[in-house]
């Protein structure tokens, strides 16, 4: 790599932004950045223009010689970079309400990373991903693509199989119960271990130890959690975690819990509207405080937006890359033979050790039995949503969201697909090709 870093973060404009900036700043003694680009589109210009001036901000406060360039011209973002972060939404907001409401209209969950939400995301972002790839391929092919575009495990994966691209995907959730229990055992990360099983928003935690002494047991006796802003904490039944043996992740609830978990959604929409809605109104508030020519740091609201540790995910990752520092984080990454129930190239959520070279995933010592099933019906669906991307083809997208262990029948699949592909057919050129 070169002396001096040149960054690339597409959907700069994003409210997490900040998040990252202060990750830069943080670590620039390990990570000294020389050029950061905030790219976005036209739509997202005045977003990127206000984070962009709070970007510019919190670098001048801290005296470090980083310049913060804002475009929209990806190709010119992306030519000759290190490192190319992706944190996109396409369709913003608009498209997210729609994830989350029409689910809910025909009694199924609406969630923006699982269930027929998450792959109408799948199926908007998977092409506009892959588009992006072919610029890293041409002008940066030695960049390092992280992936916060969610549904992450999904897009990692389309981007495994159909660019040659060197991508890793993130997820905040491994990083924030590691935070969760430094607290609660009071211990740097350094004395905890916990490892991770499944696929990106389908894991379960198999092992937990702080000292070398294992906590899982208390841990599931306790029914204690560290759950996400964007999914209601309802509580785990207590004989089934003792009986499972692992700690799942708090979004295995949409899962294990359907009923109830749907009926809090369907509570919280006539009270306060789809969590889309709820985040706008963050947003718009974030937005506000990001104007004020006298902010120069992270605002504490950010919190409220969900994404916590987003920023020291990503960092950790490049650091870890940048210098060869061979330490463990939990990635989203090919599967090879980790598991042998999965295909090789399909991605995974489990521990790696990350090398200057890249991730290397580390064998798992045990997979419960139980929780086989449901990963290999996840990721059947995941690949037929995948190839639906690719393809424009409808039937494969009926079998994937017929497939989906949170539909519950042939005909609420055929519904929700034809509703939701029309509602998306803005960003869905491959199943409408008129829209070209």
Known sequence: MTKGLKIAVIGGGS?????????FIRRYDRLPIRELWLVDIEAGRQKLEIVGGLAKRMVAESGLPIEVRLTMDRRAAIEGADFVSTQMRVGLLEARKWDEHLPNGHGVIGQETTGPGGMMKALRTIPVLLDICRDIEELSPNAWLLNFTNPAGMVTEAITRYSKVRSIGLCNAPIGLQKWLSTKYDATPERIYTEFVGLNHLHWVTRVEVDGVNRLPELLDKREEYSGKNVPATEWDHEFLMSL?????????????????????????????????????????????????????????????????????????????????RDIQTLNVANGRTLDF???????????????QGPLALPVTRVPEQTKGLIQAVKTYERLAIEAAMTGDRGLALQAMTHHPLVPSVSVAKTLLNEMLEKNKLYLPNFYPSNR
Do not use: H, W
């Open 245 to 325: 043996g692992a700690l799942p992740s708090y979004y295995l609830k949409y899962f294990y819990m359907q009923d109830a978990m749907l009926e809090e959604q369907l509570i919280s929409l006539a009270k306060s509207g789809t969590r889309a809605e709820v985040v706008k109104k963050v947003e718009d508030e974030l937005f506000k405080l990001y104007q004020d020519p006298d902010l120069k740091e992270k605002p504490k609201q950010l919190e409220q937006r969900g994404g916590a540790y987003y920023s020291e995910a990503a960092v950790n990752l490049m650091d870890s890359l940048y210098n060869d520092k």
């Open 15 to 23: 409210s997490y932004t900040p998040e990252i900036v202060e990750g």
């Open 342 to 356: 999965l295909p090789a190239d399909a991605c995974i959520e489990v521990n790696c050790v990350v090398t200057g």
